[in-house]
């Protein structure tokens, strides 16, 4: 099985969360429009305004995330909002073999 995700062509969907730190809804927002300005849509995951003290949620909110943005079909790539170490704590937490199913572009920390 080919696990190399295809190219982004213009009119496919980003998918943004926060892998680590929270970030603003203005944040998200600039994000948003960057995203679509360059022709592509934008689909900012619930979780990405979520807050636990510094981070975006907890560990199991932002796998949770991750692995729903993975199984979206409509979904051609995965953005993280904002990285930072925070990130590490999904590692023991992801679904390798799902990410292997559904190969898609993920960009961040």
């Known amino acids: 099985m080919d696990t190399k995700p ?3 062509k213009p009119g496919d ?3 943004v969360m926060s892998t680590s730190c929270w970030v603003s809804q203005e944040d998200l927002d ?3 429009a960057f995203i679509e300005g360059r022709g592509y849509k934008a689909y900012i995951h619930p979780q990405a305004t ?5 981070s975006a ?4 909110g932002k796998v949770d995330a991750f ?5 979206n079909p409509d979904i051609k790539a995965i953005f993280g909002s904002r990285g ?6 999904m590692l023991d937490r992801i679904d390798f073999e799902l990410v292997r199913a559904h190969p898609k572009i993920i960009v961040g920390y």
């Open 6 to 8: 295809p190219a982004l």
């Open 13 to 15: 969907t980003v998918g």
């Open 30 to 32: 600039r994000a948003r």
């Open 50 to 54: 979520a807050r636990f003290n510094q």
């Open 57 to 60: 949620g907890d560990a199991q």
């Open 67 to 71: 692995h729903d943005l993975l199984k």
């Open 84 to 89: 930072g170490n925070r990130a590490l704590t």
